[in-house]
């Protein structure tokens, strides 16, 4: 059996005809660049959240560096975030000369540890990214709660959380801003690079609309230094086909999970994704912890089945952070679970006959 890891093409087939009347429109009405379906996918991304406001851009990080600059952080600020996530959520705090600094991660969720924020806390501090890993919301009641008592912001990093909830609700409700990543193997992708920056207060979102279009206000009239930073018009009319069907999408990769676990839960010498009970994912991966995580994977990929490594280095241990100061054994979880994680195929059409295999090799080969 050869099994796709995140099968892009086969829901391209699925919903070719509508995706491809969606572009040919663009095509044929030439608005390339902020056209009606850019506004459009806005009004519906808030339908879908409740957000107040919704700005798409051009991918999760440039959402990222939107989101800071609207909140104004500064060189020589400090902002609090976890190790264990994809580059881009401290390389742009990074690139506006603010410094990150990393808090360890909790053993079961990989999410930061709550616990280990406040001994970060310093004169300095600026807010808090959280960062939804793998789909699941971190403790954001307890972030809040520190960010709300010292004056901080709290930014979420939903670059794969889309469509996730906590406590029954999407998560822009728990934060300052939420950022999130359209790129294809996102649980919603498009076709190309894009992101978009959800938040309820209308002067931050009216601010981040500025910073997007190089801070003007008026055409050739710019209050602040801003971005070239848009979602184009294709890729907002891919995703708003997209987004009609991903209430369903998020179901099936939930029953995917579910089925995994089901068939994973007696296999010895691997740990399973852990989801709090008042949260949902939006399992943009399925990761599990494995001791021979490296041979397990080479012989997965054997047997046809493809793995991904998220992350293989924490970010304290990256080149590009030496200045900052860390050391191996300084995030002791992070730097663990990086040696151990792994994600299976994760995608809402794995049948049945593949989860089966799937799962049948992985209690095979886990030692
Ligand atoms: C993918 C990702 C990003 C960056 O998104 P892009 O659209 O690729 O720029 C940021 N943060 C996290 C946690 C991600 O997974």
């Given amino acids: 059996?050869?099994?796709d890891f995140a099968n892009l093409t086969y829901q391209y087939q699925l919903y070719k005809d509508e995706i491809d009347e969606a572009i040919q429109k663009v095509l044929n009405h030439g608005k390339y660049i902020m056209g009606p379906e850019v506004g459009e996918l806005e009004e519906k991304l808030c339908e879908f959240t409740n957000a107040?406001?919704?700005?798409t851009c051009s991918s999760g990080t440039d959402a990222l560096l939107l989101a800071m600059m609207a909140l104004d952080l500064k060189p020589g600020d400090?902002?609090?975030t976890t190790p264990f996530t994809f580059i881009a959520t401290a390389e742009t705090i990074a690139l506006l000369g603010a410094k990150p600094v990393f808090v360890d991660i909790d053993e079961q969720t990989y999410n930061?540890?709550?616990?280990?924020i406040e001994e970060k806390i310093t004169n300095k501090t600026k807010g808090i990214i959280s960062v939804s890993l793998y789909g699941q919301p971190s403790d954001l009641d307890e972030i809040n709660e520190f960010s709300k008592r010292c004056n901080l912001f709290h930014i979420i990093d939903g670059a794969q959380s889309f469509g996730a909830t906590y406590k029954g609700k999407a998560e822009v409700h728990y934060c300052d801003i939420y950022t999130t990543s359209f790129f294809p193997a996102k649980p919603l992708g498009c076709y190309g690079d894009g992101g978009a920056v959800l938040a309820n207060s209308d002067e931050l979102a009216q601010k981040i609309r500025m910073l997007r279009v190089h801070g003007q206000?008026?055409?050739y009239h710019h209050k602040y230094i801003g971005l070239g930073a848009r979602l184009d018009t294709i890729q907002a009319?891919?995703?708003l086909v997209k987004l009609k069907y991903y209430k369903k999408d998020l179901a099936l990769r939930q029953e995917v999970a579910k089925k995994y676990s089901k068939k994973l839960k007696n296999v010895k010498n691997i740990i399973l994704p852990f989801v709090k009970e008042d949260r949902t994912s939006a399992w943009a991966q399925y990761?599990?912890?494995a001791l021979n995580r490296d041979e397990l994977q080479e012989k997965l990929k054997e047997s046809g089945i493809p793995t991904v490594v998220h992350y293989p280095m924490p970010l304290h241990m990256q080149k590009c952070f030496n200045y900052l100061g860390y050391k191996k054994g300084d995030f002791p979880v992070a730097e663990k679970v990086s040696e151990e994680i792994m994600s299976l195929p994760m995608n809402p059409y794995l049948s049945n006959d593949e989860i089966d295999y799937i799962t049948q090799k992985v209690a095979e080969f886990a030692k």
């Fill in 112 to 116: 930061i540890n709550t616990s280990k």
């Fill in 52 to 55: 107040k406001n919704a700005v």
């Fill in 217 to 219: 206000n008026k055409r």
């Fill in 78 to 80: 400090e902002v609090i």
């Fill in 1 to 3: 059996m050869k099994i």
């Fill in 237 to 239: 009319a891919v995703l």
């Fill in 287 to 289: 990761s599990i912890r």
